[in-house]
């Protein structure tokens, strides 16, 4: 973009050499912006003539246009700083947010010329903010400008240097940096950014790359982070704006430590599920060992001694039964282990709806004549040929069986129906026994739920079953449901399993 011609014994601040990454603007006495450098027309994609007066504006957030304004206004009005911080436009249409502090430049007679403004992208300081709390407003980011000539003695200092390097920097304005009263920290830094852009000057260094500077500061009881920005104007002099960042430092540093929290309690909680695993699968093998032991011997009992006797046959059913129900808690374990893991696989293969459900009935004939309870099954359907884990679809059903024999009645009913519903076949297993209280219904596919009553609580078991029986029916694309007009009026468990294409 042209720069505006002044008088340069008027221009406290020469018009900001192209070369800068900074964006920079400079108004007249009036207010009105008569120049904007390279850096800015890069930024925004507008020409000069677009830019010009308030054009540039227009860049602005509709949301943050009014007060940049206003504050633009009142500081021109009043021959004062300003600090603002809003959105701006970039070429490709995303907002970026800016920090944008001016200061007024003072012709040789002293007169007030304007304002010169120093804009800095602060997106990414801003982040750990907005990343929680996106309609928070920005931090304040406070900012001191400095002027330095070629041979680095300062030429101007803008207030606010006290709260920022613990000293008045109008006392430094005719000294060089090394006999001022700047602190080391903040002497060096200006000394390093002064030196990369008298080299970027002479053609000896690329300046895109070393204009700024961070630093850390101690003023009184307070430990700042500073970052110092070198802008180049007109003529051999430089800009450079300083800017305490601390808040931004320190919310990075909470954010970076908030994620390392995370990524501890992370690794903590992997850790205990893969020692919980482990726990149960030694636990497991453990308990299955002398469990097939204790099943072995009976047998072998059972073919060896007197059985006719009426407490040798308790014994040895009391046995087999015990070790039939502690079997069950083990798998009961494993399989919930393994769908809180996600490693519950099933194995496809073609089977008949009807046959698992009569193998099932089989196996658990014993338990129903102990307590004299009558199980029906009568198909609605010609048998049904399935896909899927007929294993798997024989546990959902051997426990919803078992459970309608172990809380029914001695001399009870259970009825066993299947039917085509639409896309799903629907095995339905219907009690007359105790029934279910309304209030316990909802929770009742809840792991490690169980009915509070006194017969529930003697009978074994873990609360398992029903939760690993509908994540069964769900992983094969079904789901498990229950009805219950309440206690007395039995029970109803529907398995929908979906048709084979």
Known sequence: MQSLVMDDTENLLNVMSARTPTLTRLSDDQGVCRFFNEAWAKFTGRTADEESANGWLRAVHADDR?????????????????????????????????LDRASPWRRSDGSFGGLVSACTDVTSLKAPRTATNTEAPAARLPSVLTRFDADGRMQFASTGGKAMFGVDLAESVGFSLHEGNLPEAAAHAFKE???????????????????????????????????ATALADGGDATVIVTQDITPCVEAQALHRDSLQREEMSRQKADSAARARDQFLSVVSHELRSPLNGIQSWAHVLESQIDTSRPIVQRALAGIK????????????????????????????????????????????????????????????????????????????????????????????????????????????????????????????????????????????????GLAVSRRIAELHGGSLQCESEGIGHGSTFRVFLPLPH
Request: hydrophobic fraction near 40%.
């Open 66 to 98: 009014a007060g940049v304004h206003t504050a633009y206004r009142d500081a021109t009005a009043a021959q004062a700083d300003v600090e603002i911080q809003y959105r701006l436009r970039r070429r490709d249409g995303i907002y970026r947010w800016m």
């Open 193 to 227: 950014l002064l030196r990369a852009d008298l080299a970027s000057k002479a053609g000896q260094e690329d300046r895109t790359e070393s204009n700024e500077v961070e630093f850390g500061l101690r003023v009184g009881e307070r430990q700042l982070h500073l970052m």
């Open 321 to 464: 039964t015990g070790v039939t129900q502690q079997v069950g808690l083990i798998e009961a374990l494993l399989d919930a282990t393994q769908i809180l893991n996600g490693q519950l696989n099933l194995l496809q293969q073609a089977y008949s709806l009807n046959g698992a459900i009569q193998a099932v009935i089989d196996g658990l004939n014993t338990e129903a004549q102990q307590k004299e309870i009558t199980v029906s099954f009568t198909p609605e359907v010609a048998d049904i040929d399935m896909h899927g884990d007929a294993e798997r679809v024989q546990q959902i059903i051997r426990h919803i069986l078992s459970n309608a024999i172990k809380f029914n009645n001695d001399g009870g009913d259970v009825f066993i129906s299947v039917a085509r519903q639409e896309d799903m076949a629907v095995v339905s297993v219907e009690d007359n026994g105790n029934g279910i209280a309304p209030g316990f219904a909802a929770s009742l596919f809840e792991p490690f739920r169980q009915v509070d009553s006194s017969q529930t609580r003697r009978a074994a078991g873990l609360g398992l």
